[in-house]
């Protein structure tokens, strides 16, 4: 019986087999060496001879009977194979050190990541010697046998079958597996079949295609250089600037090799792309999901590694290098992370165990038909610790600031992209998921408890009450939410033929009315500009020099609107082509006048977004904005002013969103003094027309737009401007 279950892989209890064991007459020890022709085992602690192992029936099993030891002390086994002669120290001695660390997962969700997973130890046996080696577990609670497999075995599901806990976790410790030794575990399912071998869940790294294996990886190795920005003192995100750029990093820029274009690694976007992201002025720099994920095609946002950074870029370190090096330069990294869905690869966790470990079981609450994935069992305990574990790993492993969560809205609803009779009904009978929003609370009171600094957002597309609220409040507890309202109206208005807008008017002015419901970015995100959508300039209607007028003139407008900001790769430099995954941004496009323009203008309204208090103070308080005209829809003019928390500085924004110029153009103000041109989009240095040359208007007191004072303004044709009080003396 016990050939039969170590031959077959299908044994559950390894140490009730393996390694050293006592009864009256003495000790034994047993071990499983596929391959081995002889073994002998060897005391540990002085090198001692112990015995020469018989082998059993001319199997794997090999025996060594020791009647003189009631005891069996810590041994290695050297074994001859037909490929030479090696030692090494047994496993299945080390029962205790293999159990422990699961007993007490459920208690942390740090504990995921600090216990599953390949975690590298130290074990202190005592006679002053200490064994190194790795401790694998695995949570697989309806598999009949689990093995772990790898390099150090090659790759024989027979060579170290794992113990199987009470809890469903399966353990074993491997004396000698260091750091960048591959591995994956094989698996039966309950009826004895193998599965396709599984990469790690809680991988620390991993392989691309073909093997896709799991590596072990060694967190203490890297050196943190950015103490300063981890123990910032005063960072409000809600007062301060925040305007993101968002980059695939894949596409932001690829480099020439004899295998044609290939990915820069981590280490060469910190040095070519942390450069461009300072001198243009943006705060913080978003990623697309750099978790681990088989489809270039998919974006990252069908992730099989929730803890492993994707190994197309470079290893763990290399990652913690980049996002080191934007510390050092005072850049925020931003990550989307997805626990909305991931993909059924057979190597991942799509019926892990031969069973539905991870997903819902019944597909109209399991499958995401947009997706063709699967999704997340939101009830499952140990589920729900994997995922919270997951956004933990991110912020303490890798520094990271801040977790954009990806289609929250697909989470929040039973019944998202479903037809009648597709999804079940709540226990209230109504379409919230209650478990995905518990869940989403969780994770967002353990991340803004036990980091501070960092942030979560949401994606999240409807009018779903109180996203970025705190849970204590009845929120959902993220620190801020996309405005996806914003954006669709803005779009959808700007991509209209001017002649047109009077009509669209409200579609600019609507989001005042809800603008602080929630703490807003406004996003010009990836999803805009793809799938036929077309670039952000290629939006715009008109002839070329309209266009790019109408994208400076948006682009200002923004800005100026309440919310932080965020824009994606190629919309800076007016790039006229949609984004393609498999190519760089058409960096080219910077050799002509036209996109040199855009992005000294993008690179302008970062900066005075930052360095204007009235700007950014006040993004989510009604108290740092007020409209000066928002019916002038004849005209399709926009006029409003931002003020600083102080409401002592005040910027007014006038947006004229037509091709036709307006001399001597009379705006209400209240105050009456200089008014200085911060901003004007129109500017010939934006490669706009110049029409107007002014830097200052000086107010009259003339009543308009209920002010008791007016200026009059130049205002170009398809141009925003900034001007700001100055108080005469």
Not at 106 to 127: I, K, S, T
Not at 167 to 196: C, E, H, M
Not at 286 to 314: K, N
Request: a negative charge; hydrophobic letters at 35%; one cysteine or more.
């Amino acid at each position: 019986m016990q050939l039969d279950v170590l031959q077959a892989a299908r044994c559950a209890e390894p140490f009730n087999l393996l390694g050293p064991g006592q009864d009256q007459s003495g000790g034994w020890i047993r071990a499983w060496l596929p391959g081995a022709t002889d073994v002998s085992v060897l005391e540990l602690a002085s090198g001692k001879h112990l015995g020469h192992m018989q082998q059993q029936s001319g199997s794997a099993l090999f025996e060594l009977v020791l009647p003189q030891y009631q005891q069996v002390p810590l041994y290695a086994l050297e074994i001859t194979t037909l490929d030479g002669k090696f030692e090494r120290i047994d496993p299945y001695q080390f029962k205790e050190q293999a159990y422990h660390a699961v007993h007490f997962v459920d208690h942390d969700p740090q504990n995921v990541y600090q216990q599953l997973g390949a975690q590298l130890l130290e074990l202190d046996v005592g006679l002053d010697k200490t064994i190194r080696g790795t401790r694998f577990a695995v949570y697989a609670p309806n598999a009949l046998a689990v093995s772990v497999i790898g390099d150090f075995n090659w790759w024989n599901d027979t060579a170290h079958p794992m113990q199987k806990t009470s809890l469903g976790y399966w353990v074993l410790f491997v004396p000698g597996i260091a750091a960048g030794t591959r591995y994956k575990y094989a698996l039966k399912d309950r009826q004895g079949n193998s599965l396709p071998h599984k990469a790690d869940p809680v991988g620390f790294q991993a392989e691309q295609y073909p093997s896709h294996a799991s590596v072990v990886y060694e967190h203490a190795k890297y050196t943190w250089q950015d103490e300063a920005w981890m123990s910032r003192q005063g960072w409000d995100p809600y007062h301060q600037p925040m305007s993101i750029y968002e980059v695939h990093l894949g596409s932001w820029r690829r480099k020439l090799s004899d295998n044609g274009s290939v990915f820069l690694s981590y280490r060469e976007l910190a040095s070519v792309l942390l450069p461009y992201v300072v001198e243009m002025g943006y705060t913080h720099l978003e990623i697309l999901p750099v978790s681990e994920h088989p489809f270039d095609g998919s974006w990252g946002y069908q992730p099989v590694g929730l803890f492993a950074p994707t190994s197309r870029f470079g290893n763990p370190d290399d990652f913690k290098y980049f996002v080191d090096q934007c510390h050092q330069h005072g850049i925020g990294v931003i990550i989307d992370w997805v626990p909305a869905h991931f993909p059924e690869d057979g190597h991942g966790l799509a019926r892990f165990d031969g069973t539905h470990v991870y997903e819902y079981e019944d597909p109209r609450k399991g499958w995401h038909p947009d997706w063709d994935s699967c999704i997340y069992d939101f009830g499952k305990n140990e589920v729900r610790q994997f995922l919270v574990a997951s956004a933990l790993y991110w912020l303490d492993k890798f520094h990271i600031d801040g977790l954009r969560v990806d289609a929250v809205a697909s989470m929040l609803y039973l019944d998202y992209s479903r037809k009648d009779g597709e999804w079940i009904p709540n226990v209230d009978g109504g379409n919230h998921n209650y478990e995905a929003i518990s869940l989403l609370r969780w994770m967002n009171e353990e991340a803004y408890r036990r980091f501070p600094l960092a942030m979560t957002i949401a994606e999240e597309s409807t009018s779903f009450a109180k996203v970025s609220r705190p849970v204590f409040e009845g929120g959902l507890g993220f620190g801020f939410k996309w405005n996806m309202g914003w954006m669709h109206d803005s779009l959808h208005y700007i991509a209209k033929d001017p002649a047109y807008r009077r009509y669209h008017h409200n579609e600019l002015t609507f989001s005042m009315v809800y603008a602080y419901d929630e703490s807003f970015i406004l996003p010009i995100s990836h999803d805009e500009v793809v799938h036929g959508k077309g670039s952000l300039l290629r939006k715009m209607p008109g002839d070329e020099w309209q266009q790019a007028a109408n994208l400076r003139c948006y682009a200002a407008f923004m800005y100026g609107h309440p919310g932080k900001k965020l824009n994606f790769m190629g919309n800076e430099i007016g790039q006229s082509s949609e984004w393609n995954h498999d190519s760089s941004v058409q960096w080219h496009l910077l050799d002509y006048d036209k996109h040199q323009g855009i992005q000294l203008l993008y690179q302008s309204l970062n900066r005075l977004y930052c360095q204007y208090p009235a700007l950014h103070q006040c993004d989510h308080a009604a108290t740092g904005f007020e409209w000066v005209d928002h019916q002038n829809s004849e005209q399709s003019i926009l006029a409003f002013v931002r003020k600083s928390l102080d409401s002592r500085q005040k910027i007014y924004v006038i947006c004229n969103f037509t091709p036709v110029p307006h001399q001597g153009f009379r705006m209400g103000v209240t105050d009456a003094g200089h008014y200085k041109v911060l901003l004007n989009s129109d500017d010939a240095q934006y490669w706009g027309s110049g029409y107007s040359d002014k830097v200052a208007y000086v107010s009259e007191q003339q009543t308009w737009h209920g002010k008791p004072h007016s200026v009059q303004i130049d205002l170009p044709p398809l141009a925003t401007l900034y001007l700001i009080y100055e108080q005469i003396d």
